[in-house]
């Protein structure tokens, strides 16, 4: 990760910069879907959203993980940091849905599955949050959000098949038309570069944040 940094603004800005680029392909490329009409277009920003959001939660498996088996602090530190991320792509995928669910239901919120399982992962990681910053000794905390880390994993895919096993509103797939298709590839690319530059952003802010606290320590002893 820490070779991977320096390219961490560039990942970033060129996510941004083909995610601007990608507003031509939803609103003038892709064709507009002759039901739900132009409000249908924030799917190519909701699926990547959720798709990303996942992937996230996701890495904080596997990194939680590999901490447990070796007790590295670089696993700690990114799944804190893919958390994070997860969590604000999966709050997003949230409300945009719930903006083209007005549209397509005629209401902003109902219990459908993918729904209710997606709150309920998003509840379990800020909980999950809330434990990584408690005042405790930092391998113990580590420990507790590592195994909370692979616990919290479960709800993921409840949430990736509820729409194809008990959803009744949720479509569990959609046809799309070519040029539908090669919009959402190039959303989802370019969340992919976006993502990567938060990731390795967050997780050199989080190094730095440990960094600095054990210099404060070692200063503080070496006064006493």
């Known amino acids: 990760m820490a070779g991977l940094y320096p390219l961490a603004p560039f990942l970033a800005l060129a996510g941004g910069f083909l ?12 064709p507009t879907e002759a039901t739900l009409g132009l409000p249908q277009k924030i799917f190519y920003l909701h699926l990547p ?100 880390g692979i616990v919290a994993f479960l709800d993921v895919p409840l949430v990736f098949f509820s729409a194809r096993l008990w959803s009744y509103i949720h479509p569990p797939s959609i046809s799309l038309e070519p040029e539908m298709k090669h919009t959402l590839v190039a959303c989802i690319a370019s969340f ?16 730095d944040a440990i960094n600095l606290e054990e210099t404060t320590k070692e200063r503080l002893m070496r006064r006493e």
């Open 19 to 30: 995610l601007a680029a990608c507003q031509w392909l939803i609103l003038v490329y892709a």
């Open 49 to 148: 959203l959720a798709w990303w959001g996942l992937f996230s939660f996701f890495l904080v498996f596997i990194a939680s993980g590999a901490y447990l088996a070796s007790r590295k602090r670089f696993w700690d530190v990114l799944a804190g940091a893919a958390a994070e991320i997860g969590l604000a792509l999966a709050a997003l995928a949230l409300i945009s849905g719930a903006i083209w669910a007005k549209t397509s239901w005629g209401l902003w919120w109902t219990w459908d599955a993918r729904l209710t399982t997606t709150l309920v992962m998003c509840f379990i990681y800020a909980g999950y949050l809330v434990v990584r910053g408690m005042d405790m000794q930092p391998d113990r905390r580590a420990r507790i959000a590592a195994v909370l």
């Open 192 to 207: 992919a570069l976006l993502w990567l530059g938060l990731l390795l952003f967050r997780w050199r802010l989080a190094q």
